[in-house]
Structure formats: C-alpha cells, structure tokens
C-alpha cells in the first residue's frame, strides 16, 4: 500500500520519542507533528534528519484503514493498546 496523498495520520495520531528537528523531545500522541507541512505531508521526506522511527513506518491498511479519519481512529488505538 502507498501513503495517500495529504493523510498524515501517522504523523498526529501515534507519540514519537525520537527528536524532530523543531521538536527536541517527541511528540505526543495526537500532537501533531511541527514538519508535517498543510498539505499534510511530511517536510522531513527523504531528509536524513527524519526519525528512524518516521523512516521506518510503511503504510498498511492494518493501520491505515480506507481513509485520513479511520487511520487516525486506528493509529489512535494502536497508541492506545500499545502505551
């Protein structure tokens, strides 16, 4: 599965712990991210200061549901579940 153009649910929905440029100590779950940019795409795409974390992520539809609102639900639970 590809990202769907101007999503960005992976980049609100879950915490991040790993620095981001602009956010030194993470991000919270449901914060969203300061390089995701209004297109809801993220700034850091293909920048070596991109979180491992971030780089890693591949879209699923496990995660990522039929739509922006279901992969936010569905991200929101794994945070959840997970925490």
């Known amino acids: 599965m590809d990202c769907r153009p101007g999503c960005g649910a992976c980049c609100i929905a879950p915490s991040i712990s790993s620095p981001i440029p602009g956010m030194p100590h993470g991000k919270r779950a449901?914060?969203?991210c300061v390089q995701l940019d209004a297109g809801f795409l993220c700034s850091l795409f293909g920048d070596?200061?991109?979180?491992?974390?971030?780089?890693?992520?591949a879209a699923d539809?496990?995660?990522?549901?039929?739509?922006?609102?279901?992969?936010?639900?569905?991200l929101g639970w794994l945070e959840q579940e997970t925490a």
């Open 48 to 57: 070596p200061r991109r979180p491992a974390v971030c780089s890693a992520f």
């Open 30 to 32: 449901g914060e969203r």
């Open 61 to 74: 539809p496990v995660c990522c549901g039929e739509n922006r609102d279901e992969a936010i639900h569905l």
